[in-house]
């Protein structure tokens, strides 16, 4: 199973690396994370330039696409041929949003009536496109799931994992990266995150 982790130039390093980290502990399970750039060379917010693991057009192929946030995700949206380049199908794929991704998802059509997460900055342009923001970290409903806030990546990967290899394999996943002492409250958290923001599957 392939994750394509959609990274934009003027990305959020934390929003794009926490999840591709995470669901790359999963890499003996057959799950695996790729960073995937419109470009060969995506240059983050704060000036990291990082080479793409895949081009844009892996997305077709991936089992779960993630569409990561940034400083420029207003002009994404507003580039029709760079939106072009994300067929997306939530009847095969898992596809999920961090913060201002929802934008990406809105203009996609692919948030139908279903609220989303979002961050504070991104929250007055993903309200404009219609879409009820909640004031929450997470929500998803049947394939597709939003998060609000950098930090809230862990729980997309959460779910990413839960989804495609158990709540168990989540659960080991959050327990490895938590902090030192805090393993308990750590993964206690992310799997009620996940599970209180989760919708019945359609």
Known sequence: MRVAVVTFDGFNELDSFIASAMINRCRKDGLEAFITTPTPVVTSMSGVEVTGQRPMEFV????????GSGVKTRDVVADDRLISRLPLDPARQLIGAQCSGALVLARLGLLGGMPACTDRMSRPFVEACDVTVLDTPFHAEGNIATAGGCLA??????WVITRTLGEDAARDVVDYVAPVGENQETVARAMRAVHGGAAALR
């Open 60 to 67: 077709t192929e991936a089992d779960v696409v993630l569409i």
């Open 153 to 158: 990546s862990q729980y997309l990967a959460t």
